[in-house]
């Protein structure tokens, strides 16, 4: 599916950080970053990648942190204080 379709269908930019333990090292934590379009709140995506690192990498995962952005959304307007003019 073309990712524009994906976004119609309620997709959005989600990136997560991933703290893992170093196999050889556990004590000492590495971060992964990961990112890819998924539905929220569930993350089917994500989840999927995660069961894949439990089931296939060394490093024991230590936690995630995720955030979801809309990518087609209402465009957003700020309006500005001041007024500049050159001559």
Do not use: C
Request: proline share 7%.
């Amino acid at each position: 599916m073309a990712n524009l379709e994906r976004m119609l269908k309620g997709y959005r930019l989600t990136t997560a950080e991933i703290l893992y333990h170093m196999p050889d090292h556990p004590g000492v934590l590495q971060s992964f970053t990961w990112q890819n379009l998924d539905i929220a709140p569930h993350f089917p995506e994500l989840s999927r990648f995660l069961e894949f690192w439990k089931r296939e990498i060394d490093g024991a995962l230590h936690s995630v942190t995720v955030a979801a952005k809309d990518i087609l959304s209402p465009p957003e307007t700020r309006f500005v204080g001041a007024d500049y003019r050159l001559h």
